[in-house]
């Protein structure tokens, strides 16, 4: 089994809804800069709350739910990837099929607005040919400390062809929109067949199909769900 086989640190498996109860699924995956609250993006989607005191993301972890979109119940399982440069060669794995990509920076930091074009890039050469993009400006409450115009990263953002909100994973605003805007996006794309049956992949299951043969099909295989959070390596090394 391949995510044995990869020597991830820690692995975490969050859920919101029954896993069953959906008609499609897609593989959408989380990325930018470390300390842009990509973690507590995914929580907020699955959990609904904010946790002040997330660890470090190591490895990755994932998170599954499902939401209603056109009448049509869509399984989402979002992953979490670590960051860092130490960890960016093991996570790419993941990043195979998605088809929903969530570039996130922080509003209040710079530098993760200027990662974004390499993460583009580095989603663009491994995901889906056909997954759709959002751009996200998190902490968007921290006002005060505003690093990022809001003119600036629209300008960028209609530049790349991508869609923008700013969101904050602490008092929710926009996290729900982005994700769902991201879902109605792919099911366009599936409805009108600019991806047909035969591009599926790994990242698009529907209900009762055969597994596909990719980390993310696989993963279900593999019960995180007891394990206890995120934890540091014996390095203490984190992203
Ligand atoms: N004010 C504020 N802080 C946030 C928000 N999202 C995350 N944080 C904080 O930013 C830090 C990094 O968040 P985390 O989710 O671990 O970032 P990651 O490394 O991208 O996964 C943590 O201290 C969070 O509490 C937000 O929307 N608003
Ligand atoms: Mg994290």
């Not at 399982?77 to 996570?91: I, N």
């Not at 006002?143 to 909100?165: G, M, S, T």
Request: negative net charge; proline residues 4%; contains cysteine.
């Amino acid at each position: 089994m391949l995510i044995k086989q990869i020597p991830l640190p820690a692995q975490k498996k969050l859920t919101r809804r029954m896993e069953q109860d959906f008609d499609i699924s897609f593989k959408f995956i989380i990325i930018g800069d470390s300390g842009c609250g990509k973690s507590c993006l995914l929580r907020r989607f699955i959990e609904g709350r904010f946790y002040e005191d997330t660890a470090h993301t190591i490895g990755v972890e994932y998170g599954i739910t499902v939401i209603q979109v056109d009448n049509r119940q869509i399984k989402i399982q979002a992953w979490d990837t670590a960051g860092s440069d130490r960890f960016r060669t093991l996570t790419q794995t993941y990043y195979r099929d998605a088809v929903g990509v969530i570039l996130v920076y922080d509003v209040t930091n710079r530098e993760s607005f200027n990662s974004i074009s390499r993460w583009i890039a580095d989603a663009r050469a491994r995901v889906h040919p056909q997954a759709s993009l959002i751009l996200l400006g998190n902490k968007s409450d921290l006002k005060q400390a505003r690093d990022v115009p809001y003119a600036e990263a629209a300008k960028f953002a209609q530049d790349n062809e991508i869609p923008f909100l700013e969101t904050s994973a602490l008092n929710g605003d926009h996290v729900e929109d982005s994700f769902m805007q991201i879902a109605h996006s792919i099911l366009k794309k599936v409805d009108t067949r600019v991806i047909p049956p035969s591009e599926y992949g790994g990242g698009i299951l529907v209900k009762d199909a055969p597994p596909q043969d990719s980390p993310s099909a696989r993963s279900e295989t593999v019960d995180l769900s007891q394990s206890s959070g995120n934890e540091r390596d014996n390095s203490g090394i984190c992203c």
